[in-house]
Protein backbone atom coordinates (compact mmCIF):
# COMPACT_ATOMS: atom_id res chain seq x y z
CA UNK A 1 0.00 0.00 0.00
CA UNK A 2 2.99 2.70 0.72
CA UNK A 3 4.77 1.89 -2.40
CA UNK A 4 1.04 2.65 -4.29
CA UNK A 5 0.42 5.71 -2.61
CA UNK A 6 4.31 7.17 -3.33
CA UNK A 7 3.93 6.10 -6.86
CA UNK A 8 0.74 7.50 -6.64
CA UNK A 9 2.33 10.73 -5.34
CA UNK A 10 4.93 10.94 -7.99
CA UNK A 11 2.44 10.17 -10.84
CA UNK A 12 0.46 13.47 -9.63
CA UNK A 13 3.89 15.58 -9.13
CA UNK A 14 4.85 14.66 -12.86
CA UNK A 15 1.43 15.41 -14.53
CA UNK A 16 1.49 18.87 -12.42
CA UNK A 17 5.14 20.17 -13.48
CA UNK A 18 4.68 19.37 -16.92
CA UNK A 19 0.95 20.46 -17.43
CA UNK A 20 2.44 23.69 -15.17
CA UNK A 21 5.12 23.77 -17.81
CA UNK A 22 3.58 24.23 -20.97
CA UNK A 23 4.64 20.62 -22.21
CA UNK A 24 2.41 17.39 -23.11
CA UNK A 25 3.66 14.43 -21.39
CA UNK A 26 4.25 11.25 -22.68
CA UNK A 27 1.45 9.66 -23.59
CA UNK A 28 -1.09 12.14 -23.15
CA UNK A 29 -0.78 13.09 -26.46
CA UNK A 30 -1.74 16.70 -27.76
CA UNK A 31 -5.51 16.25 -27.11
CA UNK A 32 -8.24 17.03 -29.48
CA UNK A 33 -8.33 15.40 -32.66
CA UNK A 34 -11.99 13.87 -34.07
CA UNK A 35 -11.85 10.55 -32.37
CA UNK A 36 -10.74 11.09 -28.70
CA UNK A 37 -11.80 13.03 -25.77
CA UNK A 38 -9.43 13.29 -22.93
CA UNK A 39 -11.57 13.92 -19.61
CA UNK A 40 -9.51 15.71 -16.88
CA UNK A 41 -10.20 15.61 -13.02
CA UNK A 42 -8.96 16.92 -9.48
CA UNK A 43 -8.07 13.99 -6.84
CA UNK A 44 -11.42 14.51 -4.68
CA UNK A 45 -14.45 11.77 -5.39
CA UNK A 46 -16.31 14.45 -6.11
CA UNK A 47 -14.57 15.10 -9.56
CA UNK A 48 -13.62 11.56 -10.24
CA UNK A 49 -17.06 10.60 -10.08
CA UNK A 50 -18.77 13.40 -12.52
CA UNK A 51 -15.91 12.24 -14.80
CA UNK A 52 -16.68 8.79 -14.56
CA UNK A 53 -20.66 9.59 -15.53
CA UNK A 54 -19.43 12.08 -18.53
CA UNK A 55 -16.89 9.17 -19.79
CA UNK A 56 -19.90 6.48 -19.59
CA UNK A 57 -22.46 8.50 -21.15
CA UNK A 58 -20.01 9.88 -24.27
CA UNK A 59 -19.10 6.02 -24.47
CA UNK A 60 -22.74 5.05 -24.71
CA UNK A 61 -24.10 7.86 -26.86
CA UNK A 62 -21.09 8.25 -29.31
CA UNK A 63 -18.61 6.54 -31.04
CA UNK A 64 -15.86 8.31 -29.38
CA UNK A 65 -12.98 7.08 -27.75
CA UNK A 66 -12.80 8.58 -24.07
CA UNK A 67 -9.26 8.80 -21.65
CA UNK A 68 -9.30 9.73 -18.29
CA UNK A 69 -6.82 11.50 -16.46
CA UNK A 70 -7.14 12.03 -12.93
CA UNK A 71 -5.46 13.56 -9.49
CA UNK A 72 -4.83 17.09 -11.44
CA UNK A 73 -4.85 19.01 -8.23
CA UNK A 74 -6.27 22.35 -8.90
CA UNK A 75 -8.58 24.45 -10.92
CA UNK A 76 -5.43 26.10 -12.03
CA UNK A 77 -3.92 23.01 -13.08
CA UNK A 78 -6.81 21.88 -14.94
CA UNK A 79 -7.10 25.41 -16.67
CA UNK A 80 -3.61 24.54 -17.85
CA UNK A 81 -4.30 20.87 -19.01
CA UNK A 82 -6.99 22.50 -20.95
CA UNK A 83 -4.96 25.49 -22.93
CA UNK A 84 -1.87 22.70 -22.97
CA UNK A 85 -4.35 20.25 -25.47
CA UNK A 86 -3.70 17.64 -22.84
CA UNK A 87 -7.06 17.19 -21.84
CA UNK A 88 -10.03 18.75 -23.37
CA UNK A 89 -12.53 18.25 -21.03
CA UNK A 90 -12.77 19.16 -16.99
CA UNK A 91 -14.91 17.55 -14.92
CA UNK A 92 -15.83 19.99 -12.49
CA UNK A 93 -15.25 23.71 -12.45
CA UNK A 94 -16.56 26.14 -9.56
CA UNK A 95 -17.26 29.80 -10.56
CA UNK A 96 -15.96 31.15 -7.77
CA UNK A 97 -12.96 29.75 -7.80
CA UNK A 98 -12.43 30.15 -11.32
CA UNK A 99 -13.55 33.80 -11.28
CA UNK A 100 -10.85 34.54 -8.58
CA UNK A 101 -8.06 32.35 -9.83
CA UNK A 102 -8.21 32.07 -13.89
CA UNK A 103 -10.06 35.22 -14.71
CA UNK A 104 -8.55 37.24 -11.42
CA UNK A 105 -11.49 38.97 -11.27
CA UNK A 106 -13.38 40.29 -7.61
CA UNK A 107 -16.03 37.93 -6.63
CA UNK A 108 -19.19 38.48 -7.59
CA UNK A 109 -22.12 36.76 -5.07
CA UNK A 110 -24.98 37.07 -7.17
CA UNK A 111 -24.87 32.87 -8.59
CA UNK A 112 -26.30 33.57 -12.02
CA UNK A 113 -24.10 36.50 -12.80
CA UNK A 114 -21.12 34.46 -11.58
CA UNK A 115 -22.38 32.14 -14.54
CA UNK A 116 -23.13 34.51 -16.78
CA UNK A 117 -19.41 35.83 -16.08
CA UNK A 118 -17.80 32.10 -16.44
CA UNK A 119 -19.76 31.18 -19.48
CA UNK A 120 -18.80 34.34 -21.24
CA UNK A 121 -15.19 35.16 -20.52
CA UNK A 122 -14.17 31.56 -20.76
CA UNK A 123 -15.57 31.61 -24.71
CA UNK A 124 -14.07 34.89 -25.06
CA UNK A 125 -10.57 34.16 -23.51
CA UNK A 126 -10.03 30.68 -24.07
CA UNK A 127 -12.61 29.44 -26.66
CA UNK A 128 -13.60 26.93 -24.08
CA UNK A 129 -17.56 26.31 -23.27
CA UNK A 130 -18.22 26.60 -19.84
CA UNK A 131 -21.88 24.08 -18.86
CA UNK A 132 -24.75 24.54 -16.93
CA UNK A 133 -24.20 23.56 -13.42
CA UNK A 134 -24.94 19.87 -13.14
CA UNK A 135 -27.12 21.39 -9.63
CA UNK A 136 -25.34 21.91 -6.95
CA UNK A 137 -22.53 23.83 -5.52
CA UNK A 138 -19.67 23.11 -3.09
CA UNK A 139 -18.90 26.45 -1.50
CA UNK A 140 -17.43 27.24 2.51
CA UNK A 141 -20.08 26.72 4.97
CA UNK A 142 -19.93 27.27 9.27
CA UNK A 143 -20.62 23.91 10.61
CA UNK A 144 -21.94 23.01 13.96
CA UNK A 145 -23.27 19.54 15.47
CA UNK A 146 -27.32 19.56 15.32
CA UNK A 147 -27.73 19.19 19.42
CA UNK A 148 -25.72 22.23 19.77
CA UNK A 149 -27.30 24.07 16.92
CA UNK A 150 -30.26 23.02 18.77
CA UNK A 151 -29.26 23.82 22.17
CA UNK A 152 -27.96 27.18 21.50
CA UNK A 153 -30.55 28.42 19.06
CA UNK A 154 -28.48 28.69 15.89
CA UNK A 155 -28.95 28.74 12.31
CA UNK A 156 -27.39 31.31 10.75
CA UNK A 157 -22.83 32.29 10.92
CA UNK A 158 -24.46 35.78 12.63
CA UNK A 159 -25.80 33.33 15.82
CA UNK A 160 -22.40 32.18 16.03
CA UNK A 161 -21.11 35.44 17.41
CA UNK A 162 -22.50 34.27 20.81
CA UNK A 163 -20.82 31.45 21.34
CA UNK A 164 -16.95 32.54 19.35
CA UNK A 165 -15.50 33.60 22.41
CA UNK A 166 -15.04 30.07 23.59
CA UNK A 167 -16.12 27.76 20.96
CA UNK A 168 -13.62 25.33 19.25
CA UNK A 169 -13.38 26.58 15.95
CA UNK A 170 -11.31 24.24 13.04
CA UNK A 171 -10.80 25.88 9.96
CA UNK A 172 -8.83 25.24 6.84
CA UNK A 173 -5.20 26.33 6.70
CA UNK A 174 -5.56 28.04 3.64
CA UNK A 175 -8.66 30.44 4.74
CA UNK A 176 -7.07 32.03 7.71
CA UNK A 177 -5.04 34.24 5.33
CA UNK A 178 -6.77 33.64 1.91
CA UNK A 179 -7.69 36.86 0.62
CA UNK A 180 -11.01 38.04 -0.72
CA UNK A 181 -13.14 35.42 1.16
CA UNK A 182 -10.76 34.65 4.08
CA UNK A 183 -10.58 35.13 7.89
CA UNK A 184 -9.36 39.04 7.37
CA UNK A 185 -12.90 39.43 5.18
CA UNK A 186 -15.07 37.95 7.31
CA UNK A 187 -14.62 39.30 10.76
CA UNK A 188 -14.76 42.48 8.75
CA UNK A 189 -18.39 41.68 7.16
CA UNK A 190 -19.37 39.69 10.31
CA UNK A 191 -17.88 41.63 12.90
CA UNK A 192 -16.56 39.08 15.51
CA UNK A 193 -14.07 36.78 15.75
CA UNK A 194 -13.58 33.55 16.99
CA UNK A 195 -10.55 33.28 19.90
CA UNK A 196 -10.13 30.00 20.10
CA UNK A 197 -9.63 29.19 15.83
CA UNK A 198 -7.66 26.35 14.56
CA UNK A 199 -5.91 25.71 11.34
CA UNK A 200 -6.77 22.10 10.03
CA UNK A 201 -6.76 19.78 6.88
CA UNK A 202 -10.08 20.54 5.72
CA UNK A 203 -10.55 16.65 5.24
CA UNK A 204 -10.42 16.35 9.27
CA UNK A 205 -12.53 18.99 10.43
CA UNK A 206 -15.80 16.80 10.25
CA UNK A 207 -14.62 13.77 12.58
CA UNK A 208 -13.60 16.01 14.65
CA UNK A 209 -16.54 18.17 14.59
CA UNK A 210 -18.66 15.05 15.00
CA UNK A 211 -16.32 13.44 18.05
CA UNK A 212 -16.52 16.75 19.63
CA UNK A 213 -13.23 17.98 19.47
CA UNK A 214 -14.52 20.59 17.97
CA UNK A 215 -17.91 23.07 18.52
CA UNK A 216 -17.57 24.76 15.13
CA UNK A 217 -16.08 23.95 11.72
CA UNK A 218 -15.72 25.45 8.28
CA UNK A 219 -16.75 22.56 5.94
CA UNK A 220 -17.71 22.25 2.34
CA UNK A 221 -21.55 21.51 1.49
CA UNK A 222 -21.32 19.00 -0.97
CA UNK A 223 -18.73 16.75 1.64
CA UNK A 224 -21.01 13.19 2.23
CA UNK A 225 -19.93 13.44 6.01
CA UNK A 226 -22.50 16.59 6.79
CA UNK A 227 -25.46 14.54 6.38
CA UNK A 228 -24.21 11.11 7.86
CA UNK A 229 -22.92 12.70 10.97
CA UNK A 230 -25.84 14.34 11.21
CA UNK A 231 -24.11 18.64 11.18
CA UNK A 232 -25.59 21.65 10.43
CA UNK A 233 -24.72 23.70 7.66
CA UNK A 234 -25.71 27.79 8.90
CA UNK A 235 -27.13 30.28 6.75
CA UNK A 236 -24.49 32.45 5.15
CA UNK A 237 -26.86 35.48 6.23
CA UNK A 238 -24.69 38.15 5.06
CA UNK A 239 -24.31 36.45 1.90
CA UNK A 240 -20.26 36.87 2.22
CA UNK A 241 -19.12 33.71 0.97
CA UNK A 242 -19.40 33.69 -3.11
CA UNK A 243 -21.00 30.57 -5.20
CA UNK A 244 -19.29 27.87 -6.26
CA UNK A 245 -21.60 26.28 -8.85
CA UNK A 246 -20.07 23.39 -10.03
CA UNK A 247 -20.12 22.98 -14.26
CA UNK A 248 -18.21 20.94 -16.63
CA UNK A 249 -16.07 22.44 -19.54
CA UNK A 250 -15.05 21.66 -22.81
CA UNK A 251 -12.90 23.21 -25.43
CA UNK A 252 -14.92 24.83 -28.52
CA UNK A 253 -12.47 22.47 -30.60
CA UNK A 254 -13.56 19.09 -29.04
CA UNK A 255 -17.68 20.21 -29.13
CA UNK A 256 -17.50 21.09 -33.20
CA UNK A 257 -15.23 18.24 -34.04
CA UNK A 258 -17.63 16.01 -31.86
CA UNK A 259 -20.66 17.57 -32.06
CA UNK A 260 -22.89 15.14 -29.81
CA UNK A 261 -20.62 15.32 -27.11
CA UNK A 262 -22.09 18.49 -26.23
CA UNK A 263 -25.81 16.88 -26.10
CA UNK A 264 -24.16 14.19 -23.60
CA UNK A 265 -22.74 16.41 -21.38
CA UNK A 266 -26.16 18.56 -21.29
CA UNK A 267 -27.87 15.27 -20.15
CA UNK A 268 -26.49 16.12 -16.61
CA UNK A 269 -27.45 20.12 -16.49
CA UNK A 270 -29.41 20.64 -12.95
CA UNK A 271 -29.41 17.04 -11.99
CA UNK A 272 -28.10 16.34 -9.08
CA UNK A 273 -28.62 18.44 -6.28
CA UNK A 274 -26.56 19.32 -2.67
CA UNK A 275 -27.63 16.52 -0.74
CA UNK A 276 -27.50 14.27 -3.38
CA UNK A 277 -23.76 15.11 -4.16
CA UNK A 278 -23.66 14.74 -0.40
CA UNK A 279 -24.60 10.97 -0.71
CA UNK A 280 -22.91 10.22 -3.69
CA UNK A 281 -19.64 11.29 -2.08
CA UNK A 282 -20.19 9.27 0.96
CA UNK A 283 -20.43 6.29 -1.10
CA UNK A 284 -17.14 6.91 -2.36
CA UNK A 285 -15.34 8.54 0.67
CA UNK A 286 -16.88 6.55 3.88
CA UNK A 287 -17.81 3.35 1.82
CA UNK A 288 -14.95 3.11 -0.28
CA UNK A 289 -16.95 2.78 -3.26
CA UNK A 290 -14.91 3.12 -6.81
CA UNK A 291 -16.16 6.47 -7.52
CA UNK A 292 -16.66 4.55 -11.52
CA UNK A 293 -19.35 2.36 -9.66
CA UNK A 294 -21.04 5.04 -8.06
CA UNK A 295 -21.25 7.22 -11.44
CA UNK A 296 -22.73 4.09 -13.22
CA UNK A 297 -25.06 3.48 -10.28
CA UNK A 298 -26.63 6.89 -10.17
CA UNK A 299 -26.59 7.08 -13.87
CA UNK A 300 -28.80 3.88 -13.76
CA UNK A 301 -30.91 4.86 -11.16
CA UNK A 302 -31.88 7.91 -12.78
CA UNK A 303 -33.04 5.81 -15.81
CA UNK A 304 -30.13 7.65 -18.51
CA UNK A 305 -29.65 3.83 -19.78
CA UNK A 306 -33.82 3.99 -21.01
Known amino acids: MAKTKIRQGF ?49 RETDTNVEMINN ?14 DINVSATRYTG ?22 IEEFDERFDQTWFPTYGFDNSYAFTIRADLAEEEGIETVSDLEAIADNAATGVDNNW ?47 DGRIAAYDLVLLEDDEQFFPPYDTSAVATNEVLEANPELEEA ?21 AELREP ?15
Open 176 to 222: LTREGDGYPAFQEEYGFEFNNINPMQIGLVYDALANEHMDIVLAYTS
Open 265 to 285: ISKLEGQISTEQMQELNYEAD
Open 11 to 59: LTLALTAGLMSGCALPGLGGGGGDEQVIIGTQPQSESQILGHMIRILIE
Open 292 to 306: ATVAQDFLEENNYFE
Open 72 to 85: LTTNVVLHQAMQNG
Open 97 to 118: TDIAGVLNEDPILEPDEALDVV
